[in-house]
């Protein structure tokens, strides 16, 4: 993958949670009653029915957000990989980390097709699935990124605490609520966002301060 394309996925790791954030903020302005944004949760954005009120508008942007995010997410998990090739070691959780986030993609737009008043079922497992495999990746990667040292300790430490939060989300009883469903996705948001500007600064740099430091070997 030439620099130019390392540049795009980059691109769309910031991509995917600012357009998110923007058309979630426009459904929740035309939220009918009021969107509480402490109260409810973001799959009540894309409900086809809303307090007895046919929301299609609601459901169809909705849908585009999660399913955009998805798509945007792909060129970036697999650019992310290209950063952690060696050793050996990096190579190999980077290709776990890309999977697990790519599996994580689909999901993501399923919560959305599958609108909880429609498709409960089919909506609570899409979502479940997403906040697991997106955080494994991130659990994964922060490794990588611990061991690559060069890369940046804190952005190992910010994902850690990221998916800890979804985690605790998802399995934790007391914790699914909406106002920890936020810190959730918005912490999700910020990681990748973060990772797509530093993959963007790391381009910059001379390629022989890219690399982890080798050991050295003992005489």
């Known amino acids: 993958m030439d620099l130019q394309w390392k540049k795009v996925g980059a691109?769309?790791?910031?991509?995917?949670?600012?357009?998110?954030?923007?058309?979630?903020?426009?459904?929740?302005?035309?939220?009918?009653?009021?969107?509480?944004?402490?109260?409810?949760?973001?799959?009540?954005?894309?409900?086809?029915?809303?307090?007895?009120?046919?929301?299609?508008?609601?459901y169809i942007l909705f849908s585009i957000a999660c399913t955009l995010a998805a798509v945007f997410s792909v060129p970036f998990w697999l650019t992310l990989r290209l950063f952690f090739t060696e050793p050996p070691r990096l190579n190999y959780l980077s290709w776990l980390g890309?999977?697990?986030?790519?599996?994580?993609?689909?999901?993501?737009?399923?919560?959305?097709?599958?609108?909880?008043?429609?498709?409960?079922s089919q909506h609570g497992w899409s979502t479940l699935l997403f906040f697991l495999l997106f955080s494994s990746a991130i659990i994964v990667y922060s490794i990588a990124i611990f061991l690559h040292k060069s890369y940046g300790y804190p952005f190992a430490l910010?994902?850690?605490?990221?998916?800890?939060?979804?985690?605790?989300?998802?399995?934790?009883?007391?914790?699914?609520?909406?106002?920890?469903?936020?810190?959730?996705?918005?912490?999700?948001?910020?990681?990748?966002?973060?990772?797509?500007i530093r993959l963007l600064q790391y381009l910059r740099r001379p390629a022989e301060e890219k690399r982890p430091p080798r050991r050295k070997r003992r005489s």
């Not at 600012?18 to 799959?43: D, E, K, Q, R």
């Not at 697990?100 to 599958?114: E, T």
Request: net charge neutral.
């Open 98 to 120: 890309t999977i697990l986030g790519l599996a994580a993609a689909p999901f993501l737009s399923a919560l959305a097709l599958f609108a909880g008043n429609v498709f409960p």
């Open 11 to 58: 691109l769309c790791g910031i991509l995917a949670g600012v357009h998110f954030v923007l058309i979630t903020f426009v459904i929740m302005a035309i939220y009918p009653g009021g969107y509480n944004f402490l109260l409810n949760y973001f799959s009540e954005l894309g409900l086809t029915v809303t307090a007895g009120v046919p929301t299609p508008a609601d």
């Open 158 to 196: 910010i994902g850690v605490v990221v998916a800890i939060i979804c985690y605790g989300h998802v399995l934790i009883p007391g914790m699914g609520t909406a106002l920890i469903q936020k810190i959730a996705v918005y912490g999700l948001i910020l990681w990748s966002a973060f990772q797509g």
